[in-house]
């Protein structure tokens, strides 16, 4: 049981890191797509919470209070899921961020995509995106430590030491 909350935790983490910077053509890191600020603010505290290993309810607090800073945020709304136990009681909040990420820029929605395939057992598929990600962010921590983390799961060991 220990185990499973640490790959939880561990793959929240990975799912929110590094979420500032702006993403555009020459951009290395992604951002998240929303024109809100108070909702930008509330996703990055709650990603600080995330490496801070505070717990997931104080994390979803911070989440939820971007979802309401910006209802069309779907990154919020994904945050929101990933920090709902039970996870079958996250099922709304993903959907809805499923029906957002339209929305989201092109780097944003394919970083969810990929998310969605790997929460989904799909993780050959989530590692596609992930890898050409990769080459199109080199600087996104979050991207970094899912495509590790997923490797990792595959047990591609060194690709999984050069991704961290």
């Known amino acids: 049981m220990r185990k499973c909350k ?28 929303t024109r809100s600020a108070e909702a930008k603010a509330r996703a990055i505290e709650a990603v600080s919470k995330l490496e801070s290993f505070e717990p997931a309810a104080k994390v979803k607090e911070a989440a939820a209070q971007a979802v309401t800073a910006d209802p069309d945020f779907a990154f919020a709304h994904y945050l929101v899921a990933t920090t709902t136990q039970p996870a079958a009681e996250g099922k709304p909040s993903m959907d809805k961020a499923l029906a957002l990420a339209k929305n989201a820029s092109p780097g944003e929605q394919r970083y969810l995509e990929a998310a969605m395939l790997n ?46």
């Open 119 to 164: 929460r989904s057992s799909k993780p050959r598929e989530a590692l596609a995106i992930l890898t050409q990600l990769r080459a199109d962010f080199p600087d996104d921590r979050m991207v970094a430590m899912l495509l590790g983390q997923i490797q990792l799961s595959q047990g591609q060991l060194d690709l999984a030491k050069g991704a961290f």
């Open 6 to 33: 640490l790959g939880a935790a561990l793959g929240i983490f990975a799912c929110v890191g590094a979420a500032g910077a702006a993403e555009s053509e020459k951009a290395k890191s992604l951002s998240f797509s």
